[in-house]
């Protein structure tokens, strides 16, 4: 499927992922992994999670649990430092423009402009 791990990107996360010692054995790691993806990537509501990734409890749980645990934050730091270019790539895919920076009703351009060149000048404080 289009937001599913490939077999190579799998490989590089599963030794990152905590491993279950006790209790009943947990469901497909994998398959909960491209659920949480599909949410991610699409921003569609847990409750409308395809039935292929399983009970969509179960992924939110999952990912609830592991953000509590700070398993997500182990998994982006092995990740980034895999690639010196990898935190460029993920900090500009989530910065979000002001509606004016689209050059949308309410502004008059000048005065943004004026502003950004303002904001833009180098200053040096010692």
Do not use: C, Q
Request: aromatic letters at 12%.
């Amino acid at each position: 499927m289009r937001f599913d791990l490939s077999d190579e990107e799998w490989a590089i996360i599963e030794p990152l992922l905590p491993v279950k010692k006790r209790g009943p054995k947990r469901v497909d790691d994998r398959r909960v992994l491209n659920g949480i993806f599909y949410i991610l990537r699409t921003g569609a509501p847990w409750r409308d999670l395809p039935e292929r990734y399983g009970p969509r409890t179960t992924v939110y749980n999952r990912y609830a649990r592991w953000a509590r645990r700070g398993v997500w934050r182990g998994i982006f730091e092995a990740l980034a430092k895999t690639n010196e270019d990898s935190l460029l790539f993920i900090d500009a895919s989530i910065v979000k423009a002001h509606r004016a920076a689209t050059g949308a009703k309410g502004g008059s351009w000048r005065r943004i402009s004026a502003a950004h060149a303002e904001v833009a000048r180098v200053r040096f404080t010692r």
